[in-house]
């Protein structure tokens, strides 16, 4: 990959990772402040882990930058298309290399909700 696409990506890589740090420092003082609802309590949590999780895509992006292994796959070493990069900067695999898909955040919420209705 060119330099200055690699430039625009972790350009674009550090923007998100500001966003993602902000929205976690928000949860953070959400969670001190949280009234004890339970649900909220869990959804909060849920939007945490997500937040981590992608935290670290990030930060592992940043590092095959600088490595000059951005833009391969973890998985098959095969280049990744710069329109599923410019979709999702810290991709680290082919789209139909990926085993498992992220939970909606919501999904948690909804089925624990359902089992503890239900319980």
């Given at each position: 990959m060119k330099?200055?696409?690699?430039?625009m990506f972790r350009v674009q890589l550090l923007a998100e990772k500001t966003r993602v740090l902000r929205q976690l420092d928000q949860i953070e003082w959400s969670m001190e402040k949280a009234s004890?609802?339970?649900?909220?309590a869990v959804a909060q949590r849920e939007r945490?882990?997500?937040?981590?999780q992608t935290l670290a895509g990030i930060n592992n992006g940043l590092v095959r930058?600088?490595?000059g292994t951005y833009g391969m796959s973890e998985v098959s070493g095969k280049p990744i298309p710069v329109k599923q990069?410019?979709?999702?900067p810290w991709a680290d695999r082919l789209a139909d290399e990926a085993s498992e898909q992220p939970e909606p955040i919501g999904s948690?919420?909804?089925s624990y909700s359902r089992s503890f209705l239900a319980g």
């Open positions: 330099k200055k696409k690699l430039e004890g609802d339970f649900f909220e945490q882990r997500y937040l981590q930058i600088a490595s990069l410019k979709a999702l948690v919420v909804k």
